[in-house]
């Protein structure tokens, strides 16, 4: 099968980070893996994106939007190899443990940055500085108001910070205990799983300041080995290496 010419969309850098968001990141991980030829872009605004979020892959022209939908059309041209070696049970699992990280601890992590009084001015200048200055703190605002009303209805909005961290924690001994039998999830070579969990971790762990959630999650030494190990496996990595 001929290859698509593939472009693949990111939101870029921030917090020193090269990738700030753990989906782009977790694509990137993906397409090295399988050893294909790609370029990438970033994209500042998500709101240009097809399905106003990053990233999306361009394949021929095509759009593709979600990684998730990115993965499974990775899979369709590389006939398989994405989750070959896989059995069932390991999809299963997989599915189950990268569900937690994106709709669960995802979400406690996007509001360490956002509703964090103190960490906010970071979220203005790393996501708002293509904004004109004098009005970069007003669309920032308008924007954060945005993210608690979502944070709200999600339901993590309505627990108190304690709460929060109390769910944060049982997601994070959760993973660490998931991936704590061996090198990687299923076997000796990390898998898409891997780069859903690791790519969301690495944000956690490296990003420049640290959030509350990277306080908590430094107690995690199994699950940030871990995700070292995954990065350095497949030589794309979270923050910024020379």
């Known amino acids: 099968m001929i290859q ?3 472009t693949l969309v990111t939101l870029g850098g921030a917090f020193g980070l090269q990738n700030v968001s753990p989906f782009c990141l977790k694509a990137e991980m993906l397409m090295t893996q399988l050893g294909l030829d790609y370029d990438m872009e970033v994209q500042a605004d998500p709101r240009k994106a097809p399905k106003g979020k990053l990233p999306y892959l361009i394949a021929d ?37 990268s569900r937690l990280v994106d709709d ?43 993210v608690e009303q979502t944070y709200h209805l999600q339901g993590l909005g309505r627990h108190t910070q304690a709460e929060q961290e109390g769910f944060a924690r049982r997601d994070l001994q959760a993973l660490q205990d998931a991936v704590n039998e061996g090198d990687f999830l299923f076997g000796g070579e990390p898998c898409v799983y891997d780069f859903a969990i690791a790519g969301f971790m690495a944000g956690v762990f490296d990003q420049q300041p640290a959030t509350w959630v990277t306080h908590v999650a430094n107690e995690y030494a199994g699950l940030k080995e871990y995700t070292e190990r995954v990065q350095q496996r497949v030589g794309v990595f979270g923050r910024i290496t020379e």
């Open 104 to 146: 669960h601890l995802y979400w406690i992590f996007v509001a360490s940055r956002w509703l964090d009084d103190e960490w906010f001015p970071n979220v203005v200048e790393g996501f708002f500085h293509i904004a004109p200055r004098p009005v970069r703190g007003f669309i920032a605002r308008r924007a954060r108001k945005e």
């Open 61 to 97: 022209g095509r759009k593709i939007a979600d990684s998730e939908l990115i993965v499974e059309y990775l899979n369709d041209i590389t006939e398989g190899r994405v989750f070959a070696g896989l059995s069932a049970r390991d999809r299963a699992l997989g599915l189950a443990t």
């Open 4 to 6: 698509p010419k593939l």
